[in-house]
């Protein structure tokens, strides 16, 4: 499906998953290359090999990503559970000390990559894109080490990663990230993202603090 290539979809799957394959931005119509994925998967598996969970998860980015040569917005990526719990920790010190600067974490919001529109709403931000422009423009050492902690912690989630030339700020995570208020009040499943709400709850949401960070950033930012 798209737009599945989200940090909040990885976290709901970190009981089931070891790797989970995904794009961040919208797929083309045709899908996934089911037929050459499967062929080259009976391929690496022979009578003395084996594919591993994570080698079969390289192969569908890099099968998914070749399928479509000549096509715009193609991203794909495949991420270790191992480490998410990692990435989750970093994005909870980030919201801690990210308290302040908000016009420059503003900036890096929005020259970040976002996916993908809804009306004008752009509603999921890269978020390797977004850490390392935090890192890069506040003046807070604090918030710039949060910043570069997480992305380093993203660094480590992405195992695999693929996409067209047009998408090279794309770098296989992203996470849910409305550029206003407004916009996410437009959202008609913003409710997933209310830590009061009690219907299909978002894993995510329930145990860590980007949630209630969004809040203030719409509070405070410019």
């Known amino acids: 499906a798209c737009l599945m290539g989200m940090l909040e979809v990885a976290y709901a799957l970190r009981n089931v998953a070891d790797y989970v394959v995904a794009s961040e931005d919208l797929e083309p119509g045709d899908g996934w290359p089911y037929d050459t994925i ?70 890096a919001r929005n020259a970040s990559p976002d996916y993908h529109p809804w009306g004008n709403s752009y509603w999921g931000v890269d978020l390797r894109a977004f850490a390392n422009r935090v890192h890069q423009q506040a003046s807070s050492a604090q918030i710039k080490a949060a910043a570069l902690d997480l992305r380093n912690a993203v660094d480590a989630f992405v195992d695999e990663e693929g996409h067209s030339p047009d998408s090279a700020g794309s770098h296989g995570v992203a996470i849910y990230f409305p550029p206003t208020s407004a916009a996410f009040l437009s959202d008609p499943d913003h409710n997933g993202y209310v830590q009061s709400n009690t219907f299909m709850p978002v894993d995510f949401v329930k145990f860590h603090n980007w949630d209630e960070w969004l809040q203030d950033y719409y509070s405070n930012a410019p």
């Open 38 to 107: 499967l062929t080259d998967l009976r391929a690496a598996i022979g009578p003395t090999s084996s594919c591993s969970p994570r080698e079969l998860a390289a192969l569908i980015v890099t099968d998914y990503v070749d399928s479509y040569p000549s096509s715009n917005g193609i991203t794909q990526a495949s991420v270790d559970v191992s480490r998410l719990a990692a990435v989750a920790s970093a994005v909870d010190a980030f919201t801690n000390v990210a308290t302040s600067e908000w016009g420059a974490i503003q900036t």
